[in-house]
């Protein structure tokens, strides 16, 4: 079945940039809804950034305007370019991804998640 894995997180001082980026693999199409989601301990996952098989893409509020979700279908690589980080962002960041044409940023709506991967920022 399909499997993802996360590098790129890493520990950063406030205003930094890291790019994380999910391999997947064992897929059976590359026709893939992605997402990133965020979980700190204690908390609930919540969703980061999606883009939809169709390109349509969404953030989530706190991250809009300093995160870019993107893609490479031929490399099967979802990529999440972040931005001036602030503390706030410091969790273990997790990618999903389905074979969906739509899937937003819904957790439920992925079946496939990769295994984590911490981003820290220092303030």
């Known amino acids: 079945q399909l499997q993802l894995v996360e590098s790129g997180g890493d520990s950063v001082q406030a205003g930094g940039f890291l790019r994380l980026s999910c391999v997947a693999s064992r897929y059976f199409n590359k026709k893939l809804a992605w997402a990133w989601f965020r979980q700190v301990e204690g908390k609930e996952r919540e969703g980061v950034a999606s883009l939809d098989f169709d390109g349509t893409i969404r953030y989530a509020a706190s991250v809009k305007g300093r995160f870019t979700i993107s893609k490479d279908v031929a490399k099967v690589t979802a990529y999440l370019q972040m931005n001036d980080l602030k503390p706030e962002d410091s969790a273990v960041y997790y990618c999903?991804?389905?074979?969906?044409?739509?899937?937003?940023?819904?957790?439920?709506?992925?079946?496939?998640w990769g295994q984590g991967t911490r981003v820290t920022v220092s303030s």
């Open positions: 999903a991804a389905d074979y969906k044409f739509r899937a937003g940023l819904g957790t439920s709506e992925y079946n496939y």
